[in-house]
């Protein structure tokens, strides 16, 4: 695992993107076509933001959705879906080859096969990703099922994270933070020729140090991130501050 740390959010966001779509660059010289995992939350703002400038074919690249909560409207502020076509997929210059939303108002399991079968059959070149504050990779809140081959399942959501999305401002009240949701694998994650993973910001400052440091575990899902061939760290400075 590579860690870079930086003083500002803007300057890491900027590397991270800059990594990422290195990586982009090379899958699309090689093949003329690439794909590519996106990840939502208050980590991914800087990231995203810079990613959608840079020069990229994208016509020729594909996108998955990471995970999304279970009975939540794309009205609602908190919906993925809307994070990402409002944040990112509407905001490029040209439109993606495909993006492969999860639809959380339909029938999770079924939701779950759909967009698997399709993953299942695409290699991924780069996965933009988070840590929680849980210490979870996606929605996979720790003990993380490790062994499952599902490329997407259901999940519980557990205190901690419904805490997380409550405090970040996306949900009134802790009531209104969905108990479910829909996640890809922590072993799909992994399949994923490069890993780009950005968490910023004090509160995720132990979760880093035991996803970095600490051994690999169900109980920190992220650790797993340690034994990846090309896994990328971005950190700001108070998130590295127990390193």
């Not at 929680?132 to 996979?140: K, Q």
């Not at 949900?171 to 994923?192: C, E, G, L, R």
């Not at 490069?194 to 995720?204: N, W, Y």
Request: with cysteine; net charge negative.
């Amino acid at each position: 695992m590579k860690t870079r740390v930086f003083g500002s959010k803007e300057e890491m966001g900027a590397a991270a993107a800059a990594t990422g779509a290195q990586r982009l660059h090379e899958a699309l010289s090689e093949s003329n076509s690439a794909a590519m995992i996106v990840a939502t939350g208050a980590s991914q703002f800087e990231m995203l933001e810079q990613l959608r400038l840079l020069d990229l074919d994208w016509t020729s690249i594909t996108g998955f959705h990471l995970d999304e909560y279970i009975g939540l409207s794309i009205e609602h502020p908190a919906s993925f879906r809307k994070y990402l076509k409002e944040r990112f997929v509407d905001l490029l210059p040209f439109s993606l080859k495909e993006f492969y939303y999860l639809d959380g108002e339909t029938d999770p399991e079924g939701e779950c096969q759909r967009v698997g079968e399709i993953l299942s059959k695409t290699s991924i070149d780069v996965a933009f990703v988070g840590i929680g504050e849980n210490g979870h990779l996606a929605f996979n809140d720790p003990p993380a099922d490790f062994e499952t081959t599902k490329p997407y399942l259901q999940v519980e959501l557990d205190e901690a994270c419904r805490n997380q999305q409550l405090g970040e401002g996306w949900f009134s009240d802790i009531d209104s933070v969905p108990k479910q949701a829909i996640s890809m694998s922590v072993q799909q994650i992994m399949k994923s020729r490069t890993i780009i993973c950005t968490a910023p910001d004090e509160r995720k400052a132990e979760a880093v140090r035991a996803a970095i440091q600490g051994p690999v575990s169900p109980d920190i899902p992220a650790s797993i991130l340690q034994t990846h061939p090309d896994c990328h760290m971005f950190l700001d400075t108070p998130s590295a501050s127990l390193l």
